[in-house]
């Protein structure tokens, strides 16, 4: 296990953004929780939204007095090829999980938790990777209330892998879902929804100065926003589906023959899967001048890219929550996305982007081209998506919901 290393943060920054009322509820939360010390526990220090939402959380909450860690598991080739097809599973597809893969899952798992040294008073599990350690944690800290933080979109999820999880998370004390439909099939003795958030403050969301904009375009090069642009930000996943946007695109390209196509991803730590996807997305995408597969962009860049592009597309198939909308409105671009797991917390049809089904390229170039094609409707689109997230999906109001969760666990006076 390791502890990444964090940057400073202070919650005050934050007052403007999202208001002292919300901030005076924080402060009042974390003086319940000021004698508790909580371990954050999941499987990559960067790449996908768990790490994004960790990285902003973690500090935020020393800088409220709550003592918090955050350890990241340390494992091989083997182990992320198990835990991803857990993750394929739980949303529904994937291998057959075999003897062997269990082996590997408990073993590694295992062997992490042993590597705590530390005593805790909560542990936050942060999806199925590392869930194997509730032995161990419960034999340390047999006090220590246990959270499970689902992520995952378990809509319909496969018998076999929601079995093997289930022998872990039938033992948590308490079980956080992104949407209120994905705890039906978990027995855990309490649950609640918090629906994540991004953070405006950092170098993906902040506000952004013309001299920034314009020297962080150079990464992007060649693609131009003087012609119309198309962008998805997602990890190279078959979950988000980039064959299905570039279809998209060429549906739409048949109206608007200048457009271009974003396809930037990244390639998170605990996904081995991501490489080969990349290249066959690539090798796709390499005979057309105007669609741009672009990785490990800095998030500068991508703050850039969402800010400019004229619509951002998120065609997922399916989608445990997807920051990346909420990242595209705050940033009042308007969003055509999947009518898919947490897209349609966050796309409302009509006001500030479309939603479509995840199978219908053909309605997805649709509202495409009907944006593209009314910059009326894409600016009030925009400000609308901007006041959506501003309510809804900023840091704090998720800070507020994990303190509660928090305080309630503990059974803590507030
Ligand atoms: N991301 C990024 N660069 C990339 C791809 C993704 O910075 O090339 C970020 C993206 O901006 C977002 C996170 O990774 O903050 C992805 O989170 P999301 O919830 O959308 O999807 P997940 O990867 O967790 O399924």
């Known amino acids: 296990m390791h502890a990444p290393s964090l940057p400073d943060r202070s919650i005050e920054a934050y007052a403007a953004v999202s208001g002292r009322d919300r ?9 319940a929780l000021e004698a508790v010390r909580v371990l954050h526990v999941n499987s990559t220090a960067a790449g996908g939204g768990v790490a994004e939402l960790l990285r902003s959380i973690v500090p935020l909450c020393a800088d409220l007095g709550v003592d918090t860690d955050w350890l990241v598991m340390d494992a091989g080739d083997d182990f992320f090829e198990v835990t991803k097809a857990m993750h394929n599973g739980l949303q529904g597809s994937g291998a057959r999980l075999t003897e062997e893969m269990k082996a590997t899952y408990r073993t590694v798992t295992e062997r992490n938790a042993a590597e705590i040294e530390d005593e805790y008073d909560l542990v936050v599990i942060h999806d199925p990777q590392p869930l194997g350690m509730i032995d161990r944690l419960e034999e340390r800290m047999p006090d220590a209330p ?5 992520h995952v979109d378990l809509t ?7 079995a093997f999880v289930s022998e872990y998370t039938n033992r948590v004390d308490h079980a956080v879902f992104s949407r209120s439909t994905y705890g039906d099939e978990i027995d855990v003795p309490t649950t609640s929804i918090v629906y994540p958030s991004i953070d405006p403050l950092t170098a993906k969301n902040r506000s952004l100065d013309e001299e920034t904009v314009v020297s962080e375009c150079d990464n992007l090069d060649p693609l131009s926003f003087d012609a119309p642009v198309v962008a998805q930000v997602s990890r190279f996943d078959p979950w988000k589906d980039q064959f299905g946007t570039l279809e998209t695109y060429r549906h739409a390209r048949e109206e608007i023959p200048t457009l271009q196509l974003a396809l930037v991803g990244g390639m998170a730590g605990d996904d081995p899967e991501g490489l080969e996807l990349y290249e066959r997305v690539a090798a796709e995408a390499v005979d057309d001048p ?6 490990d962009l800095p998030d500068a860049t991508v703050n850039v890219l969402q800010r400019r592009s004229d619509i951002v597309v998120q065609k997922s198939l399916r989608e445990g929550f997807g920051l990346v909308v909420s990242e595209a409105l705050w940033k009042r671009t ?6 898919v ?3 349609p917390l966050q796309v409302e049809d009509g006001r500030n982007g ?12 649709d509202r495409v081209v009907t944006l593209l094609k009314d910059e009326n409707r894409r600016r ?14 900023l840091l704090p109001r998720q800070l507020v919901d994990c303190l509660d969760v928090f305080v309630e666990v503990l059974d803590l006076e507030r």
Not at 157 to 162: G, N, R, T, V
Not at 290 to 295: E, P, S
Not at 334 to 339: D, F, I, L
């Open 23 to 31: 901030l005076e509820r924080l402060r009042s939360l974390a003086e």
């Open 146 to 150: 246990i959270v499970w933080r689902c």
């Open 156 to 162: 319909d999820p496969s018998e076999e892998y929601l």
């Open 290 to 295: 105007n669609v741009h597969v672009l990785t």
């Open 334 to 339: 308007p969003v055509v996305g999947s009518n």
């Open 341 to 343: 797991g947490g897209i």
């Open 354 to 365: 479309y939603l479509v089904e995840p199978d219908d390229v053909s309605s997805a170039a």
């Open 380 to 393: 009030s689109f925009g400000e609308n998506g901007r006041e959506y997230v501003r309510e809804r999906f």
